[in-house]
Each structure stands twice: as C-alpha cells, then as structure tokens.
C-alpha cells in the first residue's frame, strides 16, 4: 500500500499511525498539498490527502474511510473503533469532537496566514478558534484514563493525539500545556508509542 500525504497533515499521521499499529506493510509518499497539489490531483480530485492505494491500485480518500477499510483488513478482535453498539457510538462521538476541532484549528491557521491582512476578517478568526477550543474541552471533560475510552486504546486516542501535537505546532496559543489535562496525560502517553513516534512530523 501507499500512503499519499506528509505528517505534517494531522489526518495523514492519524492514517500512519493506525497503519503502523495495525503491523500493517505500507511506504509513504510525503505529498504536501501546496507543493504537490497536481500529483496529489492524481489520486484524489479534490487534491486532499489522506489518499491510500491499495495493493491492487484501488484508491480510498479521506481518513475515516480509510481508517475503516484497514480495521476491516485486521478484523474485529484488533480494529481501533469497534464493530457495533454503545462502544462504537462513543468512540464514533469522541473521534468526531477530535476531528471537528482539527478541522477548525486547520480552517483558523488558513485565515491567518493564508489570507492577505487587508482581507482579515478578525471575527470570522475569532470563532473558528472559539470552536477548536470548544472541542478541545468538551473532550478533556468526557475522556477516562488512562485512554480516553479507559482501557482500550481507540481510533479516539491517535486523533486526540495529532491534533494536539498539529496546534502546538502551529497554533500553540489553541492548547497551550496544562489547559486540558486529560487530553495531555493521554498524547503524552501516546506519543511514546513507536507508531507515534515513527510519523512525528519533523
């Protein structure tokens, strides 16, 4: 398989992430979106990454679906969201808050720095990052220990995980250290796992 996309992509390291936990075979090509946007058109239209090409040239686009297609490929017994019932509701809730943040945080990091300074709009900035932050607490409010789910280790946990690493890269004032301390104990847990350390954007 390949792997479209750099790590720089919180969604591209949450696919690297589960494809290493998996022990699944796999080589990346590190695409960046600006740089690389008409190879990446290539696979995807819409020229976002994640993308993943299957052994035998099918290609699947965005992380979810991806990361979907690989918990079938190791069965129930080993996949990070689980197949059915409560279980999977609550992780589905939790990775969605995750995801919804990143996407704000993303969407809040293009506005600032993408967007000529004469065409800011200061309170357009004001509520994506209102809504990151949003997301980032309600989160650390539901999540158990010592993973957010208690004792399995979930897809809820690598989200969490690339998301904070991804803001405090970029935008550190998002999640500053100690602001969400059960999200912190559990991405610094995690980013001591070899899959996490493997993908760590450089």
Same mark, same amino acid.
């Given at each position: ?95 969605? #808050? /995750? ?6 945080? *993303?969407? +809040? ?8 300074? $004469?065409? !800011? ?52 004032? #998002? /999640? ?6 059960? *999200?912190? +104990? ?8 070899? $899959?996490? !350390? ?5």
């Amino acid at each position: 398989m390949r792997l479209i996309g750099s790590y720089t992509s919180p969604f591209v390291r949450r696919v690297g992430v589960t494809l290493r936990l998996h022990g699944l075979a796999f080589t990346q090509v590190p695409y960046a979106t600006d740089a690389d946007a008409t190879a990446i058109r290539g696979f995807n239209p819409l020229g976002r990454v994640p993308v993943l090409v299957l052994e035998h040239g099918e290609v699947l686009i965005d992380s979810g679906m991806i990361v979907d297609h690989l918990d079938d490929l190791v069965g129930p017994e080993r996949a990070l969201t689980p197949r059915a019932g409560p279980a999977r509701r609550q992780v589905n809730r939790l990775v969605a #808050l /995750a995801l919804g943040a990143t996407e704000k945080y *993303l969407a +809040a990091y293009h506005e600032r720095n993408a967007r000529p300074e $004469a065409k !800011a709009w200061p309170r357009w900035l004001e509520r994506l990052e209102a809504q990151a932050h949003a997301g980032l607490a309600a989160l650390d409010g539901m999540v158990g220990t010592p993973w957010c789910g208690g004792e399995a280790f979930t897809q809820t946990d690598i989200c969490v995980t690339v998301a904070l690493r991804a803001m405090r890269f970029d935008m550190p004032h #998002l /999640a500053p250290f100690g602001r969400f301390p059960g *999200l912190d +104990a559990i991405a610094a847990a995690a980013e001591k796992l070899d $899959a996490f !350390a493997a993908t760590r954007p450089r």
